[in-house]
Structures are given as structure tokens and as C-alpha cells.
């Protein structure tokens, strides 16, 4: 009741409040490194990593740091891991289901998702935003081979320090009713998994843009869907 209340009262306030975020937000750039290759030893795991910007690192340097460098650092200790990385700074859901529609990069068996944030912000409908969750599963299971799918949540955008108030709480409040409309619409697919991953917005948790991931975020977040992945296959990262 309060979130349809805010936005139909203090819609100019976000409208306008938006506008400036645009305007002074630094835009930062995809890091640089590989995004295909082969990596580590074991059994053989063939992974692929989709979405947005955080999907695509920016916020670091390199993809060592970013999202893909830490799942294959955790992988690569008990998988032989042949990845790939498949991602875009902006996409919205629907991009990235067209993205993945255009794309010939193989089949693989264990993929990462990392979408919502630009549907947060392009204001998605519920129902357009579920109906792309199952198109997106539809695809990566029926296209590329998926057995198991993890997505990762819409971060805490009400925390992002770039975001001023109180379109930092109304944003905050729609990345979360995505969240449920994911889960929901996961629950009801076999081989996915909803992964919830909380880190504070602050420090080296955050960029410099005080919107995107920074190192020790990627690193966490990176390490949790890991283990996640290694536990389901009955491996365990060495001590």
C-alpha cells in the first residue's frame, strides 16, 4: 500500500531524482580478461555465466576479481572447468533473453544469472518480468542444456550509497517485489535454485560509483554460489 502510495505521489520526485543520479553517476567500464576458457582439474563442469552488468564484472579492474574470477577460483580447486561468460552492462531481462536467443557459445550444464537491477530501474512490470524469468529458464534449459540454474537476487538496492532519498527506498522496495515474483516463479521449475547472497553496501563491498559490486562483494558472492555448486555435486573445496 505504501510503495503504490509513494509512487503515485512522489512520482516527479523520482522521476527528477533519477535524472541526476544519471547525470553525476560515473559510468564505469567492463573489466578487462578473458571470458571463455578452460580451468582447474577433476571432474568436468561446463559453466556458464549471464546478465547484466555485475554478471559482467564492472566495478573491478579485471575479471579475476569480479564475478567470474571467483567462481573459477573456487571451481578450479575440485572441477575441471571449461566457462564461459555471456554478459552486458544494461540488459534488462528481456535483453538478456534475446541474448541468449542470438547466441551460439555451446551447452552447458551449470549456469549463473545475474539480472534485475535494470528492470528495477526501467520500472518492469511484475507480469512482464515473470513472464521473462520463464522464457530465460525455457531457453537456457532447452537451448544450452542447463541442469541446474542459479539466480542470483535483485542486490540491495535500497542500501546502494549513489541512490538519494527516497528514491533509494521506492528502488529498494521494487528490486524486492522482484525478488518474490522470482522466487515464486523459480519454485516452480526443476533445477533452479533462488540465491540470496547479502552484503553490506559499503567499503570495498561497494564501487566507486556507489552502485555496482566492488571486490570483496564479487568475492563473497562468487564464493557462496561456488559452494553451493561444489556441495550439489558432492565436492568440497579443499581446506
Not at 571432474?43 to 567462481?71: E, K
Request: with cysteine; charged share 15%; proline share 7%.
Amino acid at each position: 500500500m505504501l510503495y503504490h502510495l509513494a509512487t503515485v505521489l512522489l512520482g516527479p520526485v523520482f522521476f527528477l531524482q533519477g535524472r541526476y543520479v544519471r547525470r553525476v553517476t560515473p559510468v564505469l567500464p567492463e573489466p578487462e580478461g578473458a571470458r571463455a576458457g578452460q580451468q582447474g582439474c577433476g571432474p568436468a563442469l561446463s559453466l556458464l555465466i549471464v546478465g547484466d552488468s555485475a554478471a559482467a564484472g564492472v566495478g573491478v579492474a579485471h575479471q579475476q576479481l569480479a564475478l567470474s574470477g571467483s567462481l573459477l577460483a573456487r571451481l578450479s580447486e575440485s572441477h575441471a572447468v571449461r566457462w564461459t561468460l555471456l554478459a552486458k552492462s544494461g540488459d534488462t531481462s528481456a535483453q538478456l533473453l534475446d541474448t541468449l536467443s542470438r547466441s551460439g557459445c555451446g551447452e552447458f550444464d551449470t549456469v549463473v544469472v545475474s539480472v534485475g537491477v535494470n528492470d528495477v530501474t526501467a520500472l518492469t512490470r511484475s507480469k512482464r518480468w515473470r513472464e521473462n524469468l520463464q522464457a530465460i529458464i525455457a531457453e537456457l534449459q532447452n537451448r544450452f542444456g542447463a541442469r541446474r540454474i542459479y539466480f542470483s537476487c535483485v542486490p540491495p538496492m535500497h542500501a546502494f550509497p549513489a541512490l538519494p532519498q527516497p528514491l533509494r527506498w521506492w528502488l529498494g522496495a521494487r528490486a524486492h517485489r522482484l525478488n518474490v515474483q522470482m522466487q515464486r516463479v523459480l519454485d516452480c521449475h526443476e533445477g533452479c535454485a533462488f540465491v540470496q547472497v547479502p552484503y553490506p553496501a559499503v567499503g570495498a563491498y561497494i564501487a566507486a560509483d556507489g552502485f555496482h559490486p566492488g571486490p570483496q562483494a564479487y568475492q563473497l558472492w562468487g564464493g557462496h554460489v561456488a559452494a553451493l555448486i561444489q556441495g550439489e555435486r558432492g565436492h568440497c573445496t579443499p581446506p
